[in-house]
Structure formats: C-alpha cells, structure tokens
C-alpha cells in the first residue's frame, strides 16, 4: 500500500511531502509536535494527545492551523489513506514560512505537517520477556521540557549514546541526582513495598499522555502511588522499572547502567499496567 501524507491542506504521496526552506521548524525549531498511536485499528488517548497539543501551541502563543476537530479529521482521513491498523501519525505544527529573523514574525501561516507509519509489533518478544536496558545520562535540556517542541538534539544525543552502549533508552538525570525522564519516555519505578513511582509533572518532564492513563489505570486498580522524584541509586534498589510512552505503553526495564533491576526480569506491576493499558486503548475510539 502507498505511503500518504499531509502538508498543509495536501494529502501526498510521502516522498513528495515538503516544506519550505524558510519554515521556522527548520530553522529555529519553532514547532511542536505529537505522535498519536493506532493500535487495533483506534487512536489511543487521541482526546489527551489533542489537548497537550494544544496547550503547547499556547505555551508557544502559537495559533491552530485549522480548527481541533479539523485537525483531528485530517488524523482520521490520513490514517485511512495509509490503512493504518497498527502504527503511529505523528503531527507537527510549526510557526511557518518566514524570512529568517529571531522575532516572530508578524503574518506567517503556521505550517501544519503529517507522516504515518506502519508497525508490525509495538515490542519485540524478547523485549517483554527480559526487558530491557537503559543506560543514565546528565539532562542537558532546556527548562520548558513540558512544552512538546521539536528542538530535540539534547534527547537525540542521549538515545544515540543509549544505542552505541546496547541500552534501549537513556535516563536523563539532573544535577541533583535524580531521574527526570527517558530521552523518549517518562521513567518509572515500583518499590519494595510494592508502591508506583514517577516524577511529578513540572516544567522538568513532559506530562506523557500515557503517563496519565497509566496514572489513572494504577489508581483504579489500587496500586499506590507516588509522584516524586528518585534517584539513580533507588531505581537499582527498587522492585521494578520501566518506562511509558505512546509507542512503549509500559515496557520493562530489567537493567540499569548494566546492573540489574530487582530480580533481573520483567515485574509484576509492569506487566499488569502494560495489558490494562492495551485493553485500555483497545477500546478507545476508533480511527
């Protein structure tokens, strides 16, 4: 099947998807972005994905390129151009075509840019069965990481450093020692005593959309909670780890900077939040 995209009012062929040399999301990273997951056929956690984005937009004093229920419509047409079951769209909006200056400028049309991919698996086997690595790294971000920009070197340089050491993810760190988010994901851990832990939203992380669902899952199941942050030495010592994201769910991490995660394999709470996340979005609305 042809692979479709959208830019700006145009449905086209992928490869002939372009914008303008002067967009500002080329320039200056002047855009924000989402990535919305297909899974079964639905959107998961669309609703939340549309309101961060929207709140981004605002943080930036960025307009919509068109009204949220029109955007969401050119979701729903792209994903069906693309027969998309199982897969991801992902979205960006920038502040549009201008001549390069650091202001902003006066009349420019926000560029509005769509891509869809196709996936065959949202984890691999082994994956779920041993878990996976994740090496730490100090957070060289800026100070606004709860505004969903595309000015992504910082993470690009910390998943690469992940890669090169054979770790999935990398786990920024602050200076005080303590775990922010993965460079893709928000990072979690579960106590010997059996208690969820994240780090509360603030402009230190990205608020994860399914970071929340997770949030919302855990409490009906009766799981405790704490949103606080911890530091590299309580995730080694802690029952478990994993990490969220739209295309992860709950994916568990079993070793840290090489040392073992509790028992060395996948826990039990993660497991659990992981299936109640897919029945979760299983049954979200439909694309």
Known sequence: MARWAYVNGRYLPHAQATVHVEDRGFQFADGVYEVVTIL???????????????????????DWPAAPRVVERILRELARRNGLVNGSIYLQITRGVAPRDFKFPANAKPTLVMTAKRV????????????????????????????????????VLAKQQAAESGA?????????????????????????????????????????????????????????????PFTVEEALSAREAFV???????????????????????GAVTMALRQAYLDYAKGSTAA
């Open 40 to 62: 079964d056929g639905r959107f998961a956690d669309l609703d939340g994905h549309m309101e961060r984005l929207g709140r981004s937009l605002a943080e930036l004093r960025m």
């Open 120 to 155: 065959a698996a949202f984890a691999k086997p082994e994956q779920l069965e041993q878990g996976v690595a994740v090496i730490t790294v100090p957070d060289i971000r800026w100070g606004r990481r709860d505004i969903k920009t595309v000015g992504l070197l910082a993470p």
């Open 168 to 228: 999935y993810e990398a786990w920024l760190v602050d200076s005080d020692g303590t775990v922010t988010e993965g460079s893709s994901s928000n990072a979690w851990i579960v106590t010997g005593a059996g208690t969820l832990v994240t780090r509360p939203p603030s402009h230190a992380i990205l608020n994860g959309i399914t970071r929340l669902s997770l949030l919302r899952l855990a409490a009906e199941r009766g799981i405790p909670v704490e949103e606080r």
């Open 244 to 266: 969220s994201s739209a295309g992860t769910f709950a994916l568990p991490v079993t070793r840290i900077d090489g040392r073992p995660v509790g028992d060395g394999k996948p």
